[in-house]
């Protein structure tokens, strides 16, 4: 069975699809609307449908067929806030203030469905056995729905996992992420006057600048690809009152997960010296945390020459117009630093795209050992099972990430014809992987030496819940 054939037939219902989620443009644990889309649709083509995985409302897991391999092809659909967008080379905002799929999610959850769903046709045909699960996976964005999808047990028995994201340019990039733990810390003091009797006050507000003024003397003596990014969420509510209360958001990221967690421990220790310089008490919100990508050399092999076989996604006359109107909308140097982790194939990247914004070409098969300064929750998908991802053109090269450009783009034919094209190489990778066993086994040997040495270890404590319950506001998104 060709299932590029059956992807081309049923394109334009997958087309649609894309922009119906585009214009839901639902937020992190909000995708009620785009989660339940995905899930009515697999339910409707025969796929039993799990809701509510990891006690989050907007994620699931939907199977097919029976037996092994099991290939799970990961999903997310949510978008960010305050980047509504039209269809257009200029700034538009649909709605003032409002949400837009800044990061292609949109296309990322159909892409992913539109494989699963192709995959499943093979075995309805009889091509292959076994079974496909789509993992629809909400809040990737600063809420690392897939981190507690793990910590559940969602990807038990799992053989290997496919994923792709929307880029600017197509290529199996082999690359490292940064781990990342996410917590509030709060601290609680004693109101008083600030005139009249500032001495029987305790400033909570004290205790976050002191916080914060420790942490970046930190900054020295840490390692130099580690980062430490924070904002005062609450710094009381007026300046003649000692605030009693008051808390700074923290984002901590290393290399590895145990950097991360090592680094954590020194940031939690300033935070107990600045509580016991102001008298104050400490109280630490955990919210989220995510692990490095552990991506298998074996599983990318298989990816890119799907890529070479099906070739590259074609983008006509208006499209290329618009790409390059909307380049000139981009802040100047956009796109280097993907140039610079490519290396020799990122100087050419810059060349090409001069009079073409849109990659025409595959990129050669690239691993590095530069670590990409972003996060992503596939890390932890990446330590329980052997764990594929590319990356497709679905916007112009140098479309800043999480932008109104990216919006734009995400929602109209640029961003159809990288989605479709991913689709393709996610399905007929999981084939591959279906009716060779020995590749299987040799993707599945190869993960087990990469994680022999170090385990996989959640990086969200016992007994942290999904942060549900933290949508106050666009500043709570730490995004990438």
């Not at 009620?32 to 989050?56: H, K, M, P, W, Y």
């Not at 692990?291 to 298998?296: D, T």
């Amino acid at each position: 069975m060709d299932t590029n054939i059956w992807i081309d037939a049923h394109r334009q219902k997958f087309c649609d699809l894309a922009d119906q989620i585009w214009q839901f443009a639902e937020i992190r644990f909000q995708e009620n609307q785009s989660a339940g889309l995905l899930a009515d649709t697999l339910q409707a083509e025969g796929f039993t449908v799990e809701r509510g995985i990891a006690d989050i409302p907007t994620a699931f897991v939907a199977s097919y067929g029976a037996g092994k391999p099991v290939i799970a092809i990961l999903g997310e659909y949510d978008a960010l806030p305050g980047l509504s967008q039209d269809r257009t080379c200029y700034k538009k905002p649909l709605i003032a203030g409002g949400n837009g799929h800044g990061c292609g999610h949109n296309l990322l959850g159909v892409g992913s469905l539109l494989a699963t769903l192709a995959v499943q046709q093979a075995i309805q045909s009889g091509v292959v056995q076994g079974s496909v699960r789509y993992y629809g996976c909400p809040a990737e964005e600063s809420g690392a729905g897939k981190a507690f999808m793990v910590q559940a047990g969602a990807f038990d028995g799992v053989d290997l996992a496919l994923t792709w994201h929307p880029g600017s340019f197509n290529a199996t990039v082999s690359i490292n992420m940064l781990a990342r733990l996410m917590m509030f810390f709060k601290f609680h003091g004693k109101a008083a006057h600030a005139a009249a009797d500032p001495y029987n006050g305790r400033s909570a507000l004290d205790a976050v600048e002191l916080m914060n003024i420790g942490v970046n003397y930190l900054r020295e003596h840490m390692l130099p690809d580690a980062r430490i990014h924070y904002v005062i969420t609450n710094g009381g509510d007026v300046p003649n009152v000692v605030p009693a209360e008051a808390e700074s958001w923290y984002n901590i990221r290393a290399p590895k997960l145990h950097q991360v967690q090592e680094l954590y421990a020194r940031v939690v220790n300033v935070a107990k010296g600045a509580a016991l310089m102001t008298g104050t008490e400490l109280e630490i919100d955990f919210h989220s945390g995510v692990s490095n990508l552990l991506l298998n050399d074996t599983i990318n092999q298989v990816l890119h020459a799907q890529m070479q076989r099906i070739g590259a996604p074609q983008f006509g006359t208006d499209d290329n117009q618009f790409a390059g109107e909307l380049a000139k909308t981009f802040p100047k140097g956009s796109g280097e630093m993907f140039a610079r982790l490519l290396g020799a194939e990122g100087g050419k990247l810059i060349a090409a795209f001069k009079d073409n914004p849109l990659a025409p070409q595959i990129l050669p098969l690239f691993k590095s050992s530069v670590t990409m300064p972003g996060s992503t929750d596939v890390g932890d998908v990446s330590w329980v099972t052997p764990t594929g991802q590319i990356q497709a053109t679905c916007q112009a090269f140098g479309t800043p990430a999480h932008s109104w450009q990216l919006v734009a783009q995400s929602g109209m034919s640029i961003g159809h014809k990288g989605m479709l094209f991913a689709g393709k190489v996610l399905a007929a990778t999981a084939l591959e992987f279906m009716t060779r066993s020995e590749l299987l086994e040799r993707a599945r040997t190869e993960f087990k030496n990469q994680i022999q040495a170090m385990p996989y270890q959640s990086p969200i404590p016992d007994g942290v819940r999904p942060p549900i319950h933290r949508q106050a506001s666009a500043r709570e998104f730490a995004t990438g």
